[in-house]
């Protein structure tokens, strides 16, 4: 039995120093730590990496704004849905027929809405018509909504699991229309 006392005594040791060691990267504010933050990566040996703490006015245009000691997380760019070609040969029929199953307007989301699929929800936007191409959103459960496009007839776009295809793009009636394929 001490045997066993003894290993999970080092079991929660490690646990313990590991967690410290992830808490003390994690929160740490040291002025040692701050010239390998991401905020001061910019600054060179002769400008100063951080302000000296007391509040005054200071020059924040070497290293951008200051957000007063703390650290901010970086915001990772949500790349956008790759659009698939239309088939080559593929003859777009004319735009504006009301043929798709959903459709979106300038500024609203995909009526009616998409089915849930694994039991999360898909919200499609339309952002922008430009000619025959058009720049959509689309919003998987709780998580930020990515860039499709521009997207045009005949096209398709897989978002997650659910695969849209662009039967009509309609900048008169500002509309884009659209089919769920599988």
Request: aromatic residues 4%; charged residues 20%.
């Amino acid at each position: 039995m001490a045997v066993t006392v003894a290993r999970r005594s080092r079991s929660a040791r490690f646990a313990a120093v590991l967690a410290a060691v992830l808490l003390a990267a994690g929160c740490s504010g040291s002025p040692e730590e701050e010239g390998s933050s991401p905020a001061a990566q910019g600054t060179t040996a002769e400008e100063p990496a951080a302000s000296d703490g007391d509040d005054s006015a200071g020059d924040d245009s070497a290293g951008g704004a200051s957000d007063e000691g703390g650290k901010t997380a970086a915001v990772v760019p949500q790349e956008s849905y790759e659009v698939t070609p239309a088939p080559e040969g593929f003859v777009p029929p004319e735009p504006c027929t009301g043929e798709g199953a959903f459709y979106a307007e300038l500024g609203g989301e995909a009526n009616p809405g998409m089915p849930e699929r694994g039991g999360e929800s898909l919200t499609v936007s339309l952002e922008s018509i430009e000619g025959d191409s058009a720049q959509l959103m689309a919003q998987v459960g709780d998580s930020p909504a990515r860039e499709i496009g521009p997207i045009t007839l005949g096209e398709t776009v897989a978002v997650d699991l659910w695969t849209l295809s662009v039967t009509s793009v309609c900048a008169d009636s500002e509309q884009v229309e659209f089919d769920l394929i599988d």
